[in-house]
C-alpha cells in the first residue's frame, strides 16, 4: 500500500470513528449498533466485505454484514475468524491463500482482518472485514479498528 493511501486511510478512520461513536452512543439495541458500524465501515472504505460475527453456544454465528453472502457458522479455531477469537488477538493477512486452515466463503477474497471485540476480557465476537486487494490491510487498519471494537465491546453488556 502507497504512503499516499495510507494517508488517506488514516483520515477517513479520524472521519469516522466520531461517527461510528456518534451512532452507538443512544441507541441500546446491539444489532441496530452492529449494522450501523458494518455500513459506516463499507460505505467510508468500500472494501469488499464487512461484518460481524458473534459468539453463540460456543460457535461464531454471522451478525449484521455488508456484502456478498458469507458463512454462517466457524468453529473455535477455524480460519482467520476462529483463530484470532481462540487467540483473543487481532490477525491481520495479507493473502488469505497463504493462511493455513482458511475458510474461503468468497473466492473474490485475497486479504482479511479480524479484530475480536471483548469486554472485561470475555470475547463476544468478531469483526471481519476483507478486502478484494492482496495486502490490503496494515498497523494503521489495525490501530483504528481496536479502536472501533474497544467502543463496540460494552455494548454486548447492555444490548
Not at 79 to 99: M, N, Q, T
Not at 122 to 149: A, K, P, R, T
Amino acid at each position: 500500500m502507497s504512503e499516499a493511501i495510507k494517508h488517506t486511510r488514516e483520515q477517513k478512520y479520524e472521519q469516522i470513528i466520531p461517527q461510528i461513536k456518534s451512532l452507538i452512543q443512544h441507541e441500546d439495541d446491539l444489532i441496530a449498533n452492529l449494522a450501523n458500524v458494518a455500513a459506516a465501515l463499507k460505505s467510508a472504505f468500500n472494501f469488499f466485505w464487512v461484518g460481524f460475527y458473534l459468539v453463540k453456544n460456543k460457535e461464531l454465528v454471522l451478525g449484521p454484514f455488508q456484502g456478498p453472502v458469507a458463512c454462517t457458522r466457524i468453529t473455535l479455531g477455524k480460519g482467520v475468524c476462529g483463530k484470532a477469537w481462540a487467540d483473543r488477538k487481532s490477525i491481520l493477512v495479507e493473502d488469505v491463500h497463504h493462511f493455513p486452515g482458511h475458510i474461503s466463503c468468497n473466492s473474490a477474497s485475497k486479504s482479511e482482518i479480524v479484530v475480536p471485540i471483548t469486554h472485561n476480557n470475555i470475547v463476544y465476537g468478531v469483526l471481519d472485514i476483507d478486502s478484494d486487494v492482496l495486502n490490503d490491510f496494515d498497523h494503521i487498519d489495525l490501530q483504528f479498528l481496536e479502536s472501533i471494537c474497544a467502543n463496540i465491546g460494552p455494548l454486548f453488556i447492555n444490548g
